[in-house]
T-cell receptor, first 114, second 114 residues
Framework: AQSVTQPDIHITVSEGASLELRCNYS??????LFWYVQSPGQGLQLLLK??????LVQGIKGFEAEFKRSQSSFNLRKPSVHWSDAAEYFC????????????FGTGTRLKVLA | DADVTQTPRNRITKTGKRIMLECSQT?????MYWYRQDPGLGLRLIYY???????NKGEISDGYSVSRQAQAKFSLSLESAIPNQTALYFC?????????????FGPGTRLTVL
């Protein structure tokens, strides 16, 4: 069965430090991959997406993610975290045919220390 | 104006009451979705609709029903609310013509069932 794992429930980093949020998926083929951010009290905003081509994708707010087929991973990175990045981050896998449904990970909550 | 709107944004109700959550979109998308978010569980799909005449159950449809009144409107009903339906509910849309099913989310409705 398809699944998405975000192994870190909570991550705390200092402002200015680098960040990597992990996402692993199980899917029979190369899926569509997404990272969303949910700020406190807000809806979900798309950070970036991968469909095909270059495995390093750039998103908004200085985020990037790298698709690694051999590791079934799509980790999110940012070289220097800002206090405003404190939020919950969700990785999602999209079916590439048929229903085109999403499967969401359980989320990683990021805390940023001043 | 927001492309995907949800009403109400917050609702407190009592066990056994009938509740309707509404979603409207101005994006012209054909597909619409209802998710619920619970802490530690991420987002789970309740129902989805590919067009006005095509409605499908998601992974957690028990206790819920939906109505697609028009291409732009998709309502979620709880016929007899129970406390474990307390959650944050999101509506989302996507466009079949896009191919890769990027979903756009509304701001969410926070529902509390006492």
């Amino acid at each position: 069965a398809q699944s998405v794992t975000q192994p870190d429930i909570h991550i705390t980093v200092s402002e200015g430090a680098s960040l990597e949020l992990r996402c692993n998926y199980s899917y029979g083929a190369t899926p569509y991959l997404f990272w969303y951010v949910q700020s406190p009290g807000q809806g979900l905003q798309l950070l970036l997406k991968y469909f095909s081509g270059d495995t390093l994708v750039q998103g908004i707010k200085g985020f990037e993610a790298e698709f690694k087929r051999s590791q079934s991973s799509f980790n999110l990175r940012k070289p220097s975290v800002h206090w405003s990045d404190a939020a919950e981050y969700f990785c999602a896998v999209g079916h590439t045919s048929g229903t085109y449904k999403y499967i969401f990970g359980t989320g990683t909550r990021l805390k940023v220390l001043a | 104006d927001a492309d995907v709107t949800q009403t109400p944004r917050n609702r407190i109700t009592k066990t056994g009451k009938r509740i309707m959550l509404e979603c409207s979109q101005t994006k012209g998308h054909d597909r619409m979705y209802w998710y619920r978010q619970d802490p530690g569980l991420g987002l789970r799909l309740i129902y989805y609709s590919f067009d006005v005449k095509d409605i499908n159950k998601g992974e957690i449809s028990d206790g819920y029903s939906v109505s697609r009144q028009a291409q732009a409107k998709f309502s979620l009903s709880l016929e007899s609310a129970i406390p474990n339906q307390t959650a944050l509910y999101f509506c989302a849309t996507s466009d079949t013509r896009q191919g890769y099913n990027e979903q756009f989310f509304g701001p969410g409705t926070r529902l509390t069932v006492l």
